[in-house]
């Protein structure tokens, strides 16, 4: 046998291995193993304990007798209640025969009871070790029970844990009503020695099919990592969000000029859609107090008319000016209210300490409350761009 015969030789086998080792499983967990958890509910009982609510990915089966994959609920909903969530998630695994798989995970949700009484970074430890969930989970609180959201059948998504993905995600992009906060960004936050963020809070809408709707946003300081009394409504989380820039879609409905009153009482206003929104903050010193300079610049078309007519220049101007006044009317009260709350949700302070770091190290001991007696301004350039099909009058009031 020639050189060349062993050199070729060698190089099939070694292929070969390689081949083998490829098709093998390269770990002893088979997917029949798994049990893919979808989202979790933590709750405090009444002996401080966690209960924990696991919302399992059930698929269909493949062994029914017509060899075609069973029909039923996609999902399983397991609880268990332990001094940790570890324990509580191995006698969940325990119940349902499957180890926990949270991959596929999609939310968290903690009662306000828990929020409100236990460090959100006690509860974040356990998923933050090796167990598997993405960083992009969405984290919300909730009006009463968490477990009791993940028995409310889904709408329209497989999981109620991919419904709440969504509806977060809508409420985030489409109506401005809620911030996206995912496991990730809790993580960071928590590092930091003195912040504050905001979490979505869901209510239960009691109707006819069980549903559920972010209603505003429970405020979230470190160190403490609980949430306080200061809530956000939905009326004023767009407001919030234009400021902090976080702002994508949404609805203004702008007031009826004074001589139409009476419209505005039948008809509730006129209605300015947003699509694209950009805001300048800056910050400056004055007698050593924050001044706060809030420019914001809205892109929009008419969504809704109901009092006003936009047919002529002069029109045109004025429309402008109601949307102009209204943002900033809103924007003036949205940000006055979490003055009073002393809870820098506008990120005013990190903007400073990016900016002027010496500024910032003078101010940052007693931030609270210097934030809650800035002077702010607040200035709002509007822009229409469509008036939509009718040109700019209401259908109900034919143009003269």
Aim: proline share 4%; aromatic share 6%; glycine share 8%.
């Amino acid at each position: 046998m020639t050189k060349r015969s062993v050199r070729l030789g060698i190089r099939i086998l070694g292929c070969g291995i390689v081949v083998i080792l490829l098709g093998g499983c390269w770990d002893k967990n088979e997917l029949t193993q798994w049990g893919f958890v979808q989202a979790v509910a933590i709750d405090q009982t009444d002996q401080g304990e966690y209960r924990v609510t696991t919302q399992i990915y059930r698929p269909g089966s493949s062994e029914s007798r017509n060899n075609k994959a069973t029909k039923g609920i996609s999902y399983l909903t397991i609880s268990s209640e332990a001094s940790t969530i570890s324990q509580a998630a191995a006698h969940i695994s325990g119940k349902l025969g499957r180890k926990l798989q949270w991959s596929h995970m999609r939310a968290l949700l903690i009662s306000e009871k828990m929020a409100a009484n236990r460090n959100i970074g006690n509860i974040l430890d356990y998923f933050s070790r090796s167990q598997g969930p993405r960083g992009a989970v969405a984290v919300m609180t909730t009006d009463g029970e968490a477990g009791n959201y993940l028995l409310v059948d889904p709408l329209i998504e497989n999981t109620i844990g991919q419904q709440m993905k969504t509806v977060e995600g809508m409420s985030n992009r489409l109506t401005g009503m809620a911030s996206k906060v995912s496991i990730l960004d809790l993580d960071i936050l928590a590092q930091s020695p003195s912040s504050v963020t905001l979490l979505p809070h869901l209510r239960m809408l009691r109707q006819e099919h069980p549903l559920f709707i972010i209603d505003g946003m429970n405020l979230l300081r470190f160190p403490s990592g609980t949430i306080d009394q200061g809530f956000i409504p939905a009326a004023i989380t767009d407001s919030i969000l234009m400021v902090r820039d976080e702002f994508n879609e949404g609805l203004a409905t702008i007031p009826c000029e004074k001589e139409n009153e009476k419209q505005q009482m039948l008809n509730g206003g006129d209605s300015y859609w947003i699509y694209k929104e950009q805001t300048t903050l800056q910050v400056s010193s004055i007698e050593d107090r924050p001044f706060i300079e809030i420019h914001l610049e809205v892109d929009g078309k008419v969504g809704e008319m109901s009092c006003s007519s936009i047919l002529t220049k002069e029109e045109h101007r004025r429309f402008i000016n109601r949307i102009e006044q209204t943002i900033k009317k809103d924007t003036m009260e949205a940000v006055q209210k979490v003055q009073k709350m002393k809870a820098d949700i506008l990120l005013v302070g990190q903007h400073v300490q990016r900016r002027d770091p010496r500024l910032w190290k003078r101010w940052s001991e007693d931030w609270d409350d210097r934030f809650s007696q800035a002077k702010v301004s607040v200035k709002v350039k509007a822009r229409l761009t469509d008036t939509g099909m009718n040109a700019g009058s209401p259908m109900a009031i034919p143009p003269e």
